[in-house]
């Protein structure tokens, strides 16, 4: 084992010009690798038919009912008060034997819990109302 402290002798100064890419190609292959493996499993999707949005404009009859829900969970049948879920129940009973059925538009403030409308939902499904719609103002259009 030798040690050289002084100037190296003339035929071991060779400048190296070529720049070394096995490690650049082997980084380049493994990332292809991760690369094939990962993007089959994000692109794998259950096949089906999304719903297309569509914004049709009620049609008021005379015989739909309209409740409204005010932000603080009181409950209106068209403009008359409602002082509770089981006063709504009732009518509601007495309304879904008709025929034909008419439908239940419910109207809720924006700051309305969810709690209030589901329990106007769940009332109309109790008393076996079939068409429960929502009545929402439309998006404002961008310029």
């Not at 493996?37 to 089906?48: F, G, L, W």
């Not at 403030?109 to 109790?126: I, L, M, N, P, S």
């Amino acid at each position: 084992m030798a040690m050289s402290a002084g100037p190296a002798e003339e035929g071991d100064q060779e400048v190296m010009a070529a720049i070394n890419t096995t490690p650049l190609v082997d980084v380049m292959l493994v990332l292809l690798i991760i690369f094939l493996i990962t993007i089959p499993v994000v692109i794998q999707q259950v096949p089906m038919e999304l719903p297309k949005e569509r914004n049709v404009p009620t049609q008021t009859k005379p015989e739909n009912i309209t409740i409204s829900i005010n932000k603080d969970g009181d409950l209106f049948w068209g403009m008359e008060h409602v002082p509770s879920t089981k006063a709504l129940f009732e009518k509601l009973k007495v309304v879904a034997v008709q025929n034909p059925q008419p439908e239940v538009h419910v109207r809720a403030d924006e700051d309305t819990r969810y709690e209030f409308v589901g329990r106007v939902v769940a009332t109309c499904q109790r008393a076996s109302i079939l068409k429960i719609g929502f009545i929402t103002e439309p998006p404002a259009r961008a310029l």
